[in-house]
T-cell receptor, first 116, second 111 residues
Framework: DADVTQTPRNRITKTGKRIMLECSQTKGHDRMYWYRQDPGLGLQLIYYSFDVKDINKGEISDGYSVSRQAQAKFSLSLESAIPNQTALYFC???????????????FGEGSRLTVL | GDSVTQMEGPVTLSEEAFLTINCTYTATGYPSLFWYVQYPGEGLQLLLKATKADDKGSNKGFEATYRKETTSFHLEKGSVQVSDSAVYFCALSGSARQLTFGSGTQLTVLP
């Protein structure tokens, strides 16, 4: 089983619908992230959480919200989806004790969202 | 703010060819530099890293040297294989302690 699991892996929805993407991890990491990937734009950070009570906006947080339900779970919500939120979304985790030395993030397999 | 610029793709090579993917960066202070790889249908995974000037990161035959004087971290491999086909991302961790990614370079290796 994957250490970082995202659900759903694929979702097609309509404009105006509320969507939730979920991420769970078994790595025991304290930090979790949501990224968006668009062709030719690389990865853009949406939100990040350094622990359950510490949630921060990234560079493109407008139109998104998050919830850190537990150390192992971090959900991304689109309250009212719009077509330009069609993208591939990645959850990632890191261990703050190791990140200072390694800078390594561990990624899920991605959730492809299409908004019609 | 921090930024990463990498060569646009796609890049198509024949097996056993030499690979270079250019990456330059802008950052204050002394960032750490990374290359991540994304194989088809998968998430990104760390390929190699370098944390200070003149460090060379290496893994799976890939190498990159942290060049502060040219603010570069070019990825190289002497002989690519079909299995190296993937998207490669250059990234840095700077003063904001967040990873900043380049736009990615698609590599296709033909047999």
């Amino acid at each position: 089983d994957a250490d970082v699991t995202q659900t759903p892996r694929n979702r097609i929805t309509k404009t105006g619908k509320r969507i939730m993407l979920e991420c769970s991890q078994t790595k025991g990491h304290d930090r979790m992230y949501w990224y968006r990937q668009d062709p030719g734009l690389g990865l853009q950070l949406i939100y990040y959480s350094f622990d359950v009570k510490d949630i921060n906006k990234g560079e493109i947080s407008d139109g998104y919200s998050v919830s850190r339900q537990a150390q192992a779970k971090f959900s991304l919500s689109l309250e009212s989806a719009i077509p330009n939120q069609t993208a591939l979304y990645f959850c990632a985790t890191s261990d703050s004790k190791r990140e200072a030395r390694t800078g390594e993030l561990f990624f899920g397999e991605g959730s492809r969202l299409t908004v019609l | 703010g921090d930024s990463v610029t990498q060569m646009e793709g796609p890049v198509t090579l024949s097996e056993e060819a030499f690979l270079t993917i250019n990456c330059t960066y802008t950052a204050t202070g002394y960032p750490s530099l990374f290359w991540y790889v994304q194989y088809p249908g998968e998430g990104l995974q760390l390929l190699l890293k370098a944390t200070k000037a003149d460090d060379k990161g290496s893994n799976k035959g890939f190498e990159a040297t942290y060049r502060k004087e040219t603010t570069s971290f070019h990825l190289e491999k002497g002989s690519v294989q079909v299995s190296d086909s993937a998207v490669y991302f250059c990234a840095l961790s700077g003063s904001a302690r967040q990873l900043t990614f380049g736009s990615g370079t698609q590599l296709t290796v033909l047999p």
